[in-house]
């Protein structure tokens, strides 16, 4: 089966080559393949027929452009189509000039409503200068109130609660009126999960918010889902029905296909993303983030953010120069490896690029090998950092002695730098950043491949990407 | 007894599944192009995944060989395949001699480890069994809190420690409570992680070898459970969490709503391990032993199902 959608939509596309148009015949002739890349993301089975009808219809008569691969195109158009899907009716929390703002959190078991309604306090906290209330109506899972209660307590936010044998309208209502006299601004009601098909519960649900009159429901759904989240997200939204979405788990590796058959069949918009289980680990959702993963390109955006946020500009435009001009050192390379490595861990680095990802997904990658360059580099004389070519047998020798390592390995590590020298020599003069570069990546960081090198790759790395806004430390484009 | 939970539930989702296959399984349909298409549909939408388009190509393969000539002969023909792909996957809960018998519950976030531990519990000292847990989750907020009062519930002993302690700690402290009291089973609960996290799966590991420091053929079940709302993504789980844990069967949980958990079948073809229960309910009786035949009916919910 494909890996992701952007490979199948490769390889389906890169047979029209050549043609002018994408025309009925050859758009169908990848439909199969990729609805069902669809499937194995979990997108629901209608909604990706429907899905692919639409983007069908879109891709038609549109001009193959010669500058790039036409399955690039393809993909291109399914990403658009997916943001514009995923965030076309974005509108962000409630407002109310009434305060307090009432948001009632509800969902199935186990998608994370607790863990979720912390983070959502404090994210309001700290983003809305809010002063939250948390209010316990968990009460049927054991211990679910003493979990709020602990996060409150751990991160400074109020929590109201009850005894367990209160009813949840109830303390709702008498949550709100804490809230009231207590100045709360924010009033975030915590439900038990449960089943769309559970008549009691689901109708205790509907009293708490006849009662409370919530400015937003918001549902919470697991992103690891699979075909029956629509059913109980129709179901929700039938009884309540909810502002918006809160998509949780995110930071597993689930496709998320989920995600899409829920904003299709509700209507509704995904608001956040809950991306770790720490409280801080709550993002603002964002619709093309979402659609690369979808297709299973990885996420550049978020990289390239995530990058900009730990990476010096200016050296690294300093250093992109130098590379261009032949003039890159070790003590460069080290300075980068740094910074890739404040990124988080490499093969989670690795992970979010569409080309590079999927291409070392299967390599052993570990940190390790990066303290091993960064010893053998730590090695070295600063002269010898700047002018690698006086770096001698004797000299390497020495340096294997000093960083603990064989001789081998220090040989490696300068052939490759010294091939990646004249690599980047020519690529300043243009052209795109090959499956070859990314060999000679993998040699550099001698790296043990598991698994052959993945084909029908050749598109992706070289032009920049639908969707990523491109730009890595050290290269201009990626 | 029990079985009849699942039945009720059924019951309840029966009139949404069966809209498409009763319509599909109406008299006068062809075996034609569009009811393969629907078919595909109706087994998609238990999870199946890539294996619903497998079945149907297999349909036709047999369609082709005149093994099948008509649709009525189209669900027999889909039970069997079903059910060879769950060969072997009932089987009993390991019991050794001495005890205590450990078992590992290990699985992501918010799947229905602690719950089934509950349910478990509960099932084998129905069976006279001496049953001990071990609070290993000491991550989660209340966590520990969350266990204990099902064992407070249940009326079993708890070996626990404050929040934050390390869980491997608590495992060792649990098998070396469950040797001395002679207990025959002790249930260790651990925190939920994500199998993609890659030092709280060596955190697993960790957890494996120090119960074997005490026992060294413990844990004597590892148990991954499974959220039957989960899609393809369970597969990975499935892998990852073997990889770090010796997985010996899976539980699915929550099989009381409108989701089938057919990712089960797509598991089995990279963790050929049992499913050892079903959890049809968040109460300390929802749990049932698996069957295969009445998994399979679920799926393509036949009347067989249907309670007398
Ligand atoms: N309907 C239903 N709900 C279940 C079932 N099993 C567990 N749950 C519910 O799912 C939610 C999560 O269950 P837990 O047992 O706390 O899950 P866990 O895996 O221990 O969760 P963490 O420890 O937070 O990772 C709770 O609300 C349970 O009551 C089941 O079989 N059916
Ligand atoms: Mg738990």
Known sequence: MFDSLANALGSAYRSIVGQKVLTEKNVDEGIRSVRQALLEADVNFQVAKEFIADVKQRALGQDVLTAVDPGQQFVKVFHDALTALLGGQTTGLPVTDNPPLILMMCGLQGSGKTTTCAKLALWLRKNKKKNPLLVAADLQRPAAVEQLQSLGKQLGIAVYAEPVTARPPEVCRRGIEHAHKFQHDVVILDTAGRLHIDELLMQELQEVQARCKPHGVLLLCDSMLGQDAVNSAKEFHSRLPLHGLILTKVDGDARGGAALSIVKVTGRPILFAGTGEKPDDLEEFDPSRMAGRILGMGDVVGLVEKAQSVIDEKEAEAQAKKLQKGQFTFEDFLSQLNMIRKLGPLKKVLGMLPGVGQMLKDVDLDDAHFKRIEAIILSMSPRERRNPEVIDTPRRRRIALGSGNQLEAVHGLIKQFKMMQDMMKKLGKGGGFGPGGMGDLEGMLGMGKKGGPQSGMGGMGGRGFPGGRGGFPGGRRF | ?308
């Open chain 2, 1 to 308: 007894m029990v079985f009849g939970k699942l039945r009720a539930a059924l019951k309840k989702t029966r009139e949404v599944l069966t809209r498409g296959l009763s319509r599909l399984f109406s008299l006068g349909r062809k075996l034609d192009a569009t009811f393969l298409d629907e078919l595909e549909h109706v087994l998609y939408q238990s999870d199946l995944g890539p294996l619903g388009t497998r079945l149907v190509e297999e349909l036709k393969a047999a369609y082709a060989r005149r093994e099948i000539a008509e649709v009525a002969q189209v669900p027999a023909f889909l039970r069997a395949m079903l059910l060879r792909r769950l060969e072997g996957a009932a089987a009993p809960l390991a019991k050794t001699t001495p005890g205590p018998t450990v078992i590992l519950i290990v699985g992501v976030n918010g799947s229905g480890k602690t719950t089934s531990i509950a349910k478990l519990a509960n099932h084998l000292k129905q069976q006279g069994h001496k049953v001990m847990l071990g609070a290993g989750d000491t991550f989660r907020a209340a966590a520990v809190e969350q266990l204990s009062l099902w064992a407070d519930r249940l009326g079993i002993p708890i070996i626990k420690q404050g929040p934050g302690a390390d869980t491997a700690a608590v495992a060792y402290d649990a098998v070396a409570a469950a040797i001395a009291r002679k207990v025959d089973y002790l249930l260790l609960d651990t925190a939920g992680r994500l199998h993609t996290q890659k030092n709280l799966m060596e955190e697993l590991k960790k957890i494996v070898r120090v119960v074997q420091k005490q026992l060294p053929s413990a844990p004597h079940e590892t148990l991954l459970v499974l959220d039957a709302t989960t899609g393809q993504n369970a597969i990975r789980q499935a892998s990852e969490f073997s990889k770090a844990a010796p997985v010996t069967g899976l539980i699915l949980a929550k099989m009381d709503g409108t989701a089938k958990g057919g990712a089960v079948f797509g598991i089995r073809e990279v963790l050929p391990v049992p499913v050892k229960f079903l959890g049809v309910g968040e109460g300390m009786d929802d749990l049932e032993p698996f069957n295969p035949e009445h998994y399979v009916d679920a799926i393509l919910s036949f009347d067989k199902i249907e309670p007398a």
